[in-house]
């Protein structure tokens, strides 16, 4: 914990070991209490190593009570070559929650092709559905084909769930359903060229979903 009142902690993430290894399966499930708030960030960057035949997980859960709001700024992702990868985000909204993620996966480390990736994203606001995305980026697979990635190996994401402040818009946005929020997305070779990468999740203003809904 790095800080913390009375309505709002922040709260760093930092491995004590090599991840992610072969066999390895992180877990991290997250609660906000009704009207509270937490900033949630990485302070270093997470490897999957080639994992010598055996897969590896990262699951993360997220649970927002009525009112309540968190920014996750996550650090790049790498998948390295012969890595063979699932991660899952689920989100679960309650009423007025909002929330702002930054997620960036970056296919290789220098030199490197980079492994497996399977993620998968559900995010619902009371209940009811509002983001489901499956992906799967398989260097034996399409990834690199036309209308795919082609070249590109970074995937820088942002997440607004609630009203969103504008994003650079060389980044392509998506409106999700029922005015839940915003995904934008960036593609590109390096992770200097990416303009969501420099937008200060941290800091997101959160506000209330309803007041998007009321005007």
């Known amino acids: 914990m790095v800080a913390s009142s009375a309505d709002r902690c922040r709260i760093g993430l930092l491995a004590t070991t090599a991840l992610l290894l072969g066999g390895d399966v992180v877990e991290l499930d997250v609660h906000v209490g009704a009207g509270a708030r937490l900033d949630l960030f990485d302070v270093a960057g997470t490897v999957a190593y080639h994992g010598r035949g055996r897969p590896s ?24 070559d012969g890595a063979d990868v699932l991660r899952t985000l689920d989100v679960d909204l309650g009423p007025d929650a909002a929330a702002a993620v930054r997620d960036t996966v970056v296919l290789g480390r220098a030199g490197q092709r980079g492994g497996r990736l399977r993620s998968r994203t559900a995010v619902r606001r009371e209940g009811r559905p509002a983001l489901l995305e499956d992906q799967l980026l398989d260097p034996g697979g399409l990834r690199d084909a036309p209308g795919m990635l082609g070249a590109h190996r970074v995937l820088d994401t942002v997440l607004w769930l609630g ?18 929020g915003t995904l934008s997305r960036w593609l590109g070779s390096s992770l200097a060229g990416s303009p969501l990468h420099r937008v200060d999740v941290a800091r997101a203003e959160l506000r209330p979903q309803s007041t998007a809904s009321s005007r």
């Not at 997980?57 to 390295?80: D, N």
């Open 57 to 80: 997980a990262w699951h993360v859960r997220v649970e927002l009570g009525a009112a309540a709001g968190l920014t996750y700024a996550g650090e790049p992702f790498v998948v390295g």
């Open 163 to 180: 009203p969103a402040p504008p994003v650079p818009t060389v980044a392509t946005t998506y409106a999700l359903v029922d005015g839940a």
